[in-house]
Structures are given as C-alpha cells and as structure tokens.
C-alpha cells in the first residue's frame, strides 16, 4: 500500500474531522493529490485536490466553504479539513495520487490510490 488514509469516525451534524493521508514507498510530491468519497452503492465522487505545490486547489460544491485539503511535502502527507459536517458527508473517504501535478477533478486522472477512511455523520 502506498497511501494511507486515517482519522475518520462518527460526529455529529456540525461537527469536524481532519483527515490524513500519508504516503509510503515513494514521494508524491510531484503529482497532485486529491480526496474523493464513496457511499455504498455509488459512484466515487470528487471532493477536492491539490496541485503539486499545494498553492492552489478545486472543491466539489457541495464542500466548497467546509472542506479543506492541504499537502505536506516535506511529510508526504495529504491533509482534508472536514467542518460543518452534514449526515450527507456520510462516506468511505479515499485519497489518492494523479498522474501529473496539475489539479484533476476526474477519477480516471488518479493513478494511485489509499484504502479509504469511513466518516459518519449523525443527525
């Protein structure tokens, strides 16, 4: 495994998380970095990303204002700043590793990929 994703749970609607991703085996500090989600039954769905330099980044509009994705070079480690969590956030959270640096919104874009971390989210 070369992406590990942690730090999901259970919270209450309104509540935060901060979720971790950390990279093994190799650096991606060249590539750029996303997370994306996936309930039961349904597609993995795009939630946000990050360039190669972490300077610049895209959201799902249903995250924009809540979420936040942020990347640690130095640490091979990929950040998602979860608040204001609606039950609708309920979902195995995956991060993952594109094939080039610029931002991808595209699932097929995601060369590698971290077992996923579950978050529920109560009302």
């Known amino acids: 495994v070369q992406l590990q994703a942690s730090g999901g749970g259970s919270v209450q609607a309104g509540g935060s998380l901060r979720l971790s991703c950390v990279a093994s085996?190799?650096?991606?500090?060249?590539?750029?970095m996303g997370w994306f989600r996936q309930v039961p039954g349904g597609e993995r769905e795009f939630v946000g990303a990050l360039n190669w330099r972490g300077d610049s980044a895209s959201y799902a509009e249903s995250v924009r204002g809540r979420f936040t994705a942020s990347r640690d070079n130095a640490k091979i480690a990929l950040y998602l700043q979860m608040n204001n969590l609606k039950p609708e956030d309920t979902a195995v959270y995956y991060c993952?590793?594109?094939?080039?640096?610029?931002?991808?919104?595209?699932?097929?874009?995601?060369?590698?990929w971290g077992k996923g971390t579950e978050v529920t989210v109560s009302s």
């Open positions: 085996r190799r650096t991606f500090s060249n590539n750029a």
């Open positions: 993952a590793a594109a094939r080039f640096g610029r931002i991808s919104t595209v699932r097929g874009n995601y060369q590698y």
